[in-house]
Nanobody
Framework: QVQLVESGGGLVQAGGSLRLSCAAS????????TGWFRQTPGKEREFVAV????????YYGDSVKGRFTISRDNAKNTVYLQMNSLKTEDTAVYYC?????????????????WGQGTQVTVSS
C-alpha cells in the first residue's frame, strides 16, 4: 500500500533551521506532484509548498516564501522541506502529501495520499 513517512521534525529556536523529509513507497513517486501542508490545533490545514514531478516547478504559500525550499530526489522517492529563519508561528504538525493532479496547488482536497505528520516546534 502507499505510505508517506515524514521525519526531521523537532524543537528549534526562532531563527534556526530544520529539514523535513518525506519518504514515499507503494507508488510511482515520479508521477506525483508532492506537497507540504501544516496544521495547528483548531485551525485548518495550511498549504506550505508543492513541487512538480521532476522538481522543475515549485510553488509556495505566502507565509513561507523566501524562507522555505521544497526539493525532491526521485531516485530516493523522497521529498524535502528545508526551513530557514524559523518563526514561532511556524510551529505546527507538518504533513506531506502526493497528488496526480498537476494543478492541485494548495487545494488539500485534491491530494490523494497523506503522511502521518511530524511535529515542528519553534521556541522564542
Amino acid at each position: 500500500q502507499v505510505q508517506l513517512v515524514e521525519s526531521g521534525g523537532g524543537l528549534v529556536q526562532a531563527g534556526g533551521s530544520l529539514r523535513l523529509s518525506c519518504a514515499a513507497s507503494g507508488l510511482t513517486f515520479s508521477s506525483y506532484f508532492t506537497g507540504w501542508f501544516r496544521q495547528t490545533p483548531g485551525k485548518e490545514r495550511e498549504f506550505v509548498a508543492v513541487i512538480g514531478r521532476s522538481g522543475g516547478f515549485t510553488y509556495y504559500g505566502d507565509s513561507v516564501k523566501g524562507r522555505f525550499t521544497i526539493s525532491r530526489d526521485n531516485a530516493k522517492n523522497t521529498v524535502y522541506l528545508q526551513m530557514n529563519s524559523l518563526k514561532t508561528e511556524d510551529t505546527a504538525v507538518y504533513y506531506c502529501a502526493a497528488t496526480l493532479a498537476p494543478y492541485a496547488g494548495g487545494d488539500s482536497a485534491r491530494y490523494d495520499y497523506w503522511g502521518q505528520g511530524t511535529q515542528v516546534t519553534v521556541s522564542s
